[in-house]
């Protein structure tokens, strides 16, 4: 168990915070630099935020090159829209 360096609170391993400018450890009232007076606090001012970089997802899924898988797909296209049209009486 941890002690906060500003209110001496134990602080626990999952909300204990460590300041990235000077190292100290803190509580969660206290872990950004402007709430306990860090020494580095212009580094922080000056610091850009950090954007959160989305997950890239990709997958594997192979691309029909092959004439007959696209031939097939478009008979199979061309069947369920006459028997589309055919249920619904349009010709």
């Excluded at 209110?7 to 626990?12: E, R, W």
């Excluded at 850009?48 to 097939?72: C, F, G, H, L, Y």
Aim: hydrophobic fraction near 45%; include cysteine; charged fraction near 20%.
């Amino acid at each position: 168990m941890v002690a906060c360096e500003i209110c001496g609170a134990d602080v626990t391993g999952g909300s204990a915070f460590t300041c990235t400018y000077c190292g100290g450890t803190f509580c969660p009232a206290h872990r950004l630099p402007f709430n306990h007076a860090c020494p580095n606090i212009e580094e922080w001012k000056h610091s850009k935020p950090q954007k959160k970089k989305a997950p890239v997802v990709t997958r594997n899924v192979p691309v029909p090159d092959d004439k007959k898988i696209i031939i097939a797909g478009g008979v199979i296209a061309l069947v369920l829209i006459i028997l589309a049209l055919w249920f619904f009486r349009v010709f």
